[in-house]
């Protein structure tokens, strides 16, 4: 079923966001990519999506900023927030529907997009 789940993914990273999207991709996920939080919105309005990992620290509209607007957009999209940055305001956890820290390994991160699709 997940190999139908459509995942946008948001991050500045361009490296990370390439790995991310070889990781979700060779899990049999659609991927879609934005380099910044302005961009990811903008994709999010255009496309359907299952599910979110977002990246916290970002110039200009940062995770949280981003989540929120999300939320407000379509509340029953799972967000993941991915981010060493864990010191997150209230608002914004809940705009979120899971935090993972960046560094775990890829199979954390399938395992709870699995969960949430």
């Known amino acids: 079923m997940h190999s139908r789940a459509t995942i946008l993914c948001i991050d500045d990273d361009k490296l990370g966001l390439y790995v991310r999207k070889l990781v979700l991709e060779s899990a049999g996920y659609a991927v879609i990519t934005a380099s910044s939080g302005r961009d990811g919105v903008r994709l999010f309005r255009a496309h359907t999506v299952d599910v979110v990992i977002l990246d916290y620290y970002m110039p200009?509209?940062?995770?949280?900023?981003?989540?929120?607007?999300?939320?407000?957009?379509?509340?029953?999209?799972?967000?993941?927030?991915?981010?060493?940055?864990?010191?997150?305001?209230?608002?914004?956890?809940?705009?979120?529907?899971?935090?993972?820290?960046?560094?775990?390994?890829?199979?954390?991160?399938?395992?709870?997009?699995?969960?949430?699709?």
């Open 60 to 117: 200009g509209m940062h995770g949280g900023t981003v989540a929120i607007e999300l939320k407000r957009i379509r509340p029953k999209i799972p967000i993941i927030m991915l981010s060493a940055y864990l010191l997150l305001s209230d608002e914004v956890f809940e705009s979120i529907d899971l935090c993972i820290q960046k560094g775990q390994p890829p199979e954390m991160l399938l395992t709870k997009i699995r969960n949430l699709v």
